[in-house]
Nanobody, 116 residues
Framework: QVQFVESGGGLVHLGGSLRLSCAASGILFDISDMGWYRQVPGKQRELVTAITSRDFVFYVDSVKGRFTISRDNAKNMVYLQMNSLKPEDTAVYYC??????????WGRGTQITVSS
């Protein structure tokens, strides 16, 4: 079955860095467009960045220049390098297909907390 498992979160100080990993299984990874999303309590989950099967990338304005998404098709992995972290980046981060179609493949996510 489809499964996305996120890891790499934690507590970091303002300006710090973290690298998130997402292990995907049960999908045709190399032809899948993938995204990183985040959610804070009381708000809707939002797309942060995405990478297509052809390595085209997209970033929301708030993370441009600070976050970098990448993928390793040989390992079915998606990564998110997060630099210059800000308190407003605090959220639970998830990976999933990059698609507008709803699905139930959300994993447990990984918590990022940025302290000031």
């Amino acid at each position: 079955q489809v499964q996305f498992v996120e890891s790499g979160g934690g507590l970091v100080h303002l300006g710090g860095s973290l690298r998130l990993s997402c292990a995907a299984s049960g999908i045709l990874f190399d032809i899948s467009d993938m995204g990183w999303y985040r959610q804070v309590p009381g708000k809707q989950r939002e797309l942060v960045t995405a990478i297509t099967s052809r390595d085209f990338v997209f970033y929301v304005d708030s993370v441009k220049g600070r976050f970098t998404i990448s993928r390793d098709n040989a390992k079915n992995m998606v990564y998110l390098q997060m630099n210059s972290l800000k308190p407003e980046d605090t959220a639970v981060y998830y990976c999933n297909y990059y698609t507008s179609r709803p699905n139930d493949y959300w994993g447990r996510g990984t918590q990022i907390t940025v302290s000031s």
